[in-house]
């Protein structure tokens, strides 16, 4: 069998060696190459060489990569196509396959590299690092041409075997140089006896390496001194804690802290959170309750439970004796008012009396017992009804104008002369005027003053009225404050401030300032705020009280008023037809009109206003007693005090009535008149022709009986002129002092002669009398008053063909 091999074997290697005759060219055996494979005769791939002039198997290939790469351990692929003659596509194809079918290759940017060549470079590595001591991993990739991450993975699993050393932070370490630096970082953190961040040990331990390597020295990443610090930590040849990784506290100090924080704590039953902070401990809290678990965080502090004891007995006392107590007095200097608080708060007997309502806490600090508090409140509710809050001490128009009342007497009986007319003139009245007029007198024309003499019965009470504003100014001030005030706090309880508040509790406590505690910061402003509501509460029950008990009288208040009312602004409109036949006489009709406005205006607005204001304080339930307010006469400041204390639209209108009072004609007067009275909600009658009959007819009656009774010459003559306007021209004039020269002089025409001429000599004789009553002195002579009495007494023997003149006249008439 061995013979015949051998046999065939020479045959074929002679057929080999045999030269053919025939030769193919190049493109035929491709042709026939391809026609084979389209046979499928040639069932496998053929890979082209870069020259196109052979064919290679892929098994070949990768045969060929195999070989290279045993021979030199890495290669890359684009030298793989070069010494293979293949395209690099198909050379990056198969070199892919051999790596994943042989765990000791890896292909790694574009080059294969297998384990062998790996066990020679660290073999290499280690000789370097005998040398060296240390190397840095970024040298040994840049000598590589490799990244520092792969010569990394590489040469950890080699550390120990091949690699003789430790890979730290970057750099590879010799046994012995760790050794050394393991050493360095022992001996630092054993001296160390105070809290402190590694980090700055670290870079010290660096400047002493290299201060020993000198210029050949490494620098040692700070994470190698960490692991080895770390190391020794865990294996105990080192004591203490490390916290966040840097901050390092050794233990010697650990048992320094808790012996000063326990001897702290044992004498003095707490411990405050900036003392810990100081002793170096980051998180007192937590210490202190792991240390102590019975005591007591506070919000600066942390406390024994004995703190409780003894303040809970301090709070009782001041509890049972219906009394206050501030607990920081009790309490260490060291503690706030909230840490205050949350021991109040643990007290049982606090808590006891919070149940019960026997004591509140105030201000964080302070606890007052209910006892104590209720006794401030009713003292202070007590004072409210007598001392300053504004709106709530009673008080009505007749108490804020009783010194204008009093002060204003001469000027009440001075008008009568003015007002004879609608209320009869009176002998008093006569005489008080007549004492008036004494005084400076021009004294070189009689004629003058004889023109002048009845306008002195109306100019004396105005000047007494300029004199008499003076002393009332306080009061309409007073009036106008007060009212101000009430308005103001219409619509709100303000007036209870809490300034007013703690201004009571410091005059009825004055231990408060005795103890230095008068700052509201400290503890009355608190006690204010809480007694406030409660007052506010009470004032508004007793004005509901008074608002109940108020609707009548202002039901009854507005009734009177409305009667009041129709009865003068009828008047008012039955006078003010009699200045018609004045129109034509401009001075006479200005006149006319200042005295109406003067003398049934002013009552009409007077009594308006004082029953509005009333009815207002009535209405905000301020207690009020009602009086007689007709009595009152008020000035132009206390009528413009009271218009202004008035609700704001009510307000608005009544003070255009009081300012149009002070005008010339009395049109605006009543059309200012019936806004606010529309506004008020009151209506005022318009006088037609039948009212106008009536009250007419009731004037003249009245008229005629005062005429019949009067006894005094002087006041004659304006009942008189009065009447014969009645009866001549079915007019009600109210004419003044000055106007009654034009009042005479109209009824020229009116009257026979004889009639007109009694009438003139009456009134000559009037004014002539008047004139000399003025011009006497306090010291009278004889002949004055001798021809004064001559001339009373032609005047009384008028007296009768005067009061026949008129009264012959209305019985005629009637």
């Not at 066990?119 to 840049?142: F, K, M, P, V």
Request: proline fraction near 3%; charge should be negative.
């Amino acid at each position: 069998m061995d013979e015949e091999l051998l046999e065939l074997q020479r045959q074929f290697e002679f057929a080999q060696q045999a030269k053919s005759t025939v030769r193919l060219s190049e493109r035929n055996v491709v042709e026939l190459v391809q026609k084979l494979h389209q046979l499928q005769i040639i069932d496998f791939d053929l890979l082209h060489t870069i020259t196109g002039k052979e064919y290679i198997t892929p098994e070949q290939l990768r045969n060929e990569i195999v070989a290279e790469i045993n021979r030199l351990g890495r290669i890359s692929l684009i030298d793989l196509a070069d010494s293979t003659g293949v395209d690099l596509y198909h050379v990056e194809k198969q070199a892919q396959y051999v790596v994943s079918h042989d765990s000791s290759l890896m292909l790694i940017n574009g080059e294969i590299i297998s384990n062998t060549y790996w066990d020679t470079a660290a073999e290499e590595i280690n000789e370097r690092l005998q040398e060296c001591s240390q190397i840095a991993i970024a040298e040994i990739a840049g000598q590589l041409q490799v990244g520092s991450e792969l010569v990394v993975s590489i040469l950890e699993p080699r550390l120990g075997t091949l690699v003789k050393g430790r890979l730290e932070g970057g750099q590879l370490y010799t046994p012995a140089y760790v050794a050394r630096v393991n050493a360095m970082v022992r001996g630092a953190a054993r001296g160390i006896f105070v809290p402190m961040n590694t980090s700055a040990l670290w870079n010290t331990l660096q400047s002493l390496l290299q201060e020993m390597d000198g210029a050949i020295g490494v620098a040692v990443d700070a994470s190698f001194f960490q692991s080895l610090f770390n190391g020794l930590v865990k294996e105990g040849e080192i004591l203490g804690s490390l916290r966040a990784g840097v901050h390092w506290t050794p233990s010697v100090f650990a048992m320094a802290q808790k012996d000063c924080v326990d001897s702290f704590f044992s004498q003095n039953s707490f411990i405050t959170y900036d003392a810990m902070q100081k002793l170096g401990i980051p998180q007192p809290s937590q210490f202190l309750q792991s240390r102590y678990p019975d005591g007591i965080s506070l919000d600066t502090a942390y406390a024994h439970p004995s703190m409780i004891e003894m303040l809970d007995a301090a709070v009782e006392d001041a509890i049972e004796r219906n009394s206050w107590i501030d607990s920081l007095s009790v309490l260490p200097a060291s503690l706030g008012s909230q840490d205050a608080f949350k021991i109040l708060s643990l007290c049982p007997s606090v808590q006891a009396a919070q149940k019960s309502n026997r004591a509140l806490i105030l201000g964080d600090s302070y606890i007052f017992s209910n006892g104590f508090v209720k006794d401030l409140f009713d003292r202070i509710e007590k004072e409210m009804e007598t001392l300053s809050v504004p709106g709530l001490a009673g008080a009505g128009p007749v108490d804020e104008f009783r010194v204008a009342k009093d002060a204003k007497v001469g000027y009440d009986s001075s008008e009568v002369n003015e007002t004879s007319s609608d209320a009869g003139i009176s002998k008093q009245a006569s005489e008080k005027g007549s004492k008036k007029k004494k005084g400076k007198s021009s004294g070189n024309s009689k004629m003058a003053q004889a023109e002048t003499g009845v306008d002195n019965q109306e100019s004396a009470p105005s000047k007494s009225k300029k004199g008499q504003k003076k002393g009332k100014v306080s009061s309409g001030s007073q009036a106008a404050d007060s009212n101000s005030g009430s308005r103001k706090n219409e619509d709100s309880l303000g007036a209870i401030s809490e300034e007013w508040v703690i201004q009571k509790i410091t005059s009825l406590n004055p231990d408060f300032e005795e103890q230095g505690l008068d700052d509201p910061e400290m503890i009355l402003l608190p006690l204010a705020r809480h007694l406030r509501p409660l007052l506010v509460n009470s004032l508004k029950e007793r004005r509901k009280a008074a608002f109940t008990e108020n609707a009548q009288k202002m039901k009854k208040l507005l009734d009177n008023l409305q009667k009041k009312l129709d009865e003068s602004f009828l008047n008012m409109q039955l006078y003010e037809k009699a200045l018609d036949l004045f129109e034509d006489d401009q001075t006479t009709s200005v006149l006319l009109h200042k005295h109406l406005l003067r003398t049934t205006g002013t009552s009409m607005i007077d009594t308006l206003l004082l029953n509005l204001d009333m009815h207002n304080k009535l209405k905000n339930g301020v207690p009020v007693d009602p009086q007689n307010l007709e009595s009152i006469s008020l000035s132009a400041g206390d009528r413009s005090a009271l218009a202004k204390s008035l609700p704001r639209v009510l307000s608005a209108k009544a003070i255009a009535t009081v300012e149009a009072l002070e005008g010339k004609r009395v049109e605006s007067f009543m059309s200012a008149l019936r806004e606010v009275a529309e506004e008020s909600g009151l209506t005022l009658k318009k006088l037609d022709k039948k009212l106008e009959r009536t009250l007419l007819h009731s004037y003249r009656k009245d008229l005629t009986s005062q005429v019949s009774a009067e006894m005094d010459p002087v006041s004659l003559l304006p009942q008189v002129i009065s009447l014969l306007y009645v009866q001549v021209h079915g007019k009600a004039l109210q004419a003044p002092g000055r106007a009654i020269s034009a009042a005479v002089a109209r009824l020229k025409d009116k009257l026979d002669d004889s009639a007109f001429k009694t009438l003139v000599e009456y009134q000559s004789g009037t004014v002539s009398l008047l004139a000399l009553m003025s011009a006497a002195t306090g010291n009278e002579e004889d002949c004055s008053s001798d021809r004064i009495l001559t001339k009373r007494e032609l005047l009384e023997e008028l007296m009768p063909a005067l009061k026949g003149l008129v009264l012959s006249t209305s019985q005629s008439q009637t």
